[in-house]
């Protein structure tokens, strides 16, 4: 009889929550940072003698699939290797050895057996299979409990030795996410082999796209909902009193999941098969729909939230009227590199101060990290290469980006005379109006993180003409979208946004312009240009 094990969230702590079985026994003391110290000195003593034996075993698995990997698709022509091999020799032969010792991979790393709820659908009742919450790279065990679907890849995957052998096994659907051709042709493959009526096998996808700590569902991606067919969810859980199997953005390294996985002398993992879900003929037409209302059916069984938060490279964010924003701000993180290298409020004060004097100066607003270190009066160089890695990917920093994204959260200005520091910057012809380029600029120097999709904004911006600085106030404070953004977003850090409070920034004595658009107050030293924008008055002038 198949069992099901009921499992719920019990304490997150860093990215990796503890669960706990229905027994009625609190496990929230059992973390891997601050672990009881019997079970520090069990993993010590287990993980030294089992970590290189279950290492050595499963590595050992890998070489063996390497060359009869390669078998399956040896001498067929591109033609022949465009169709699925699901006869003769090649199928009936190898299928059951790569499964075989796929499976033994994940018995040597301590999963001894899996706990299944339900029945997986045949690939013609449901050519998808939607597998969630995807924590860690270990949820490839799942694979050897569905008898290895087809999936889909990154195509740089295809360069690392024994993967790019059992991607070419699985016959899998590869892709560069940077390349848009790429993706334009896994749209049409997979579309093809979803509505294949069972010419393909079934594939496997994880539609939220990356891993998390499985507290909530982030938001699917539409890839696996694309072709309008069946789809069954499945979930996975991992009922274990220490959680050692999640691997996040942040907290424990892939080295160090394994690690404490494999030091466990079991791990118990259960996978749970939903019934087929079959979609309307609206969901059919609007995938996002789909995979949004099978994510919300998983996290109802789950027990756990449904967000509109993704991943855009390894950065959190969620969405808001076409903008992306980053859960964990990069100008909150720079606050606090600051003040941990010694700086006061004052002193940040000062340094934002200058920071926007040399954006108005004709050395311009480009810096190196070895221009930022004095700017922002750091010691450390290292802290300034930090701050400079948050918002850039070189080795040179947009520094109105550093100062409207700094000022935004920490309440040194109010949002009008954020607002018009900002549109004053970012005017670039001195037109007194916005481009489109000019808008999604401006808006990533707010958030502190490059914006893509701002055509709806500029949208609303543009009803009565070029967007002026009046129409960019009267939008973000009015619209409910973007009220949301000033009232949640640019709040500063220990302040709580309230309903009844202003959508303009909270700050210290003074620094709340939730006025009129006319008050130009600012907590920073400025004096007015000739052209109305705000300079900041030199020290010692």
């Not at 449901?126 to 919450?133: E, I, K, M, Q, S």
């Not at 694309?226 to 999640?246: E, F, I, M, S, W």
């Not at 019934?275 to 609007?286: H, I, L």
């Not at 969405?319 to 701000?329: A, D, H, Q, T």
Request: with cysteine; net charge neutral.
């Amino acid at each position: 009889m198949k069992t099901h094990l009921d499992c719920r969230i019990i304490l997150p702590f860093d990215d990796m929550p503890v669960l706990e079985e229905e027994t009625g026994e609190s496990t929230s003391d059992l973390t891997l940072d601050g672990a009881t110290s019997p079970w520090q000195g069990q993993g010590m003593v287990l993980g030294s003698i089992l970590v290189p034996i279950r290492v050595f075993l499963a590595v050992l698995c890998f070489l063996i699939m390497w060359p009869i990997a390669r078998l399956r698709l040896a001498g067929l022509s591109d033609a022949e290797r465009s169709r699925p091999v699901t006869t003769g020799w090649r199928r009936w032969l190898l299928h059951p050895i790569i499964w075989f010792l796929s499976r033994a991979v994940f018995f040597f790393l301590g999963f001894f057996w899996f706990r299944v709820k339900g029945c997986r659908a045949g690939h013609k009742e449901a050519p998808v299979l939607a597998v969630a919450p995807h924590s860690s790279f270990l949820d490839m065990l799942v694979l050897t409990e569905t008898q290895l679907p087809t999936v889909v890849s990154r195509s740089e995957n295809q360069s690392i030795p024994v993967i790019g052998a059992l991607l070419e096994f699985n016959q899998s659907v590869l892709v560069n996410r940077k390349n848009p051709e790429s993706r334009k042709r896994a749209v049409v493959q997979i579309k093809e082999r979803l509505t294949s009526n069972g010419y393909w096998p079934q594939m496997l996808m994880f539609p939220e796209g990356t891993t998390t700590n499985g507290t909530t569902l982030i938001k699917f991606k539409p890839g696996a909902f694309l072709a309008g067919v069946p789809v069954q969810p499945v979930l996975l859980h991992y009922p274990n009193k220490l959680d050692t199997v999640r691997w996040t953005h942040r907290g424990t390294t892939w080295v160090e999941a394994l690690w404490h996985t494999c030091s466990q002398l079991y791990t118990n993992v259960t996978v749970e098969y939903l019934p087929v879900y079959t979609p309307s003929q609206e969901e059919k037409d609007d995938p996002n729909l789909y995979a949004d209302n099978v994510q919300k059916l998983m996290a109802k069984t789950l027990g756990i939230p449904a967000t509109d938060h993704v991943m855009e490279g390894r950065v959190p964010t969620r969405k808001l009227g076409g903008l992306s924003l980053p859960l964990e701000p990069p100008a909150r993180e720079t606050l606090s590199l600051l003040h941990k290298d010694g700086l006061r409020e004052f002193e940040v004060e000062a340094a934002l101060s200058k920071i926007i004097d040399r954006c108005q100066s004709e050395q311009g607003w480009r810096a190196g990290v070895d221009e930022l270190a004095p700017l922002l009066g750091l010691t450390d160089r290292q802290t300034a290469a930090k701050i400079c890695g948050l918002y850039s990917k070189d080795d040179k920093v947009d520094l109105r980006q550093i100062y409207l994204s700094v000022t935004s959260v920490s309440g040194l200005l109010g949002f009008k005379s954020l607002l018009h520091t900002a549109f004053t910057l970012y005017d670039r012809e001195c037109s007194g109006s916005l481009t489109a380029v000019d808008v999604s600029d401006l808006m990533g120097a707010l958030v502190g993180s490059p914006q893509y999709h701002t055509e709806e904004l500029y949208t609303e911006l543009s009803l009565r003409g070029a967007p002026t600085e009046q129409d960019l106030f009267s939008v973000l404070t009015t619209h409910p979208t973007y009220q949301k953004l000033i009232s949640e977003y640019f709040t500063p850090e220990g302040v709580e946004s309230t309903p009844s409070s202003s959508p303009l920034t909270k700050g210290k004595a003074g620094n709340n312009n939730a006025g009129s658009p006319s008050d130009n107050r600012t907590a920073l030293p400025y004096k007015m240009a000739d052209n109305g924008s705000p300079l900041p008055s030199k020290k010692n002038d």
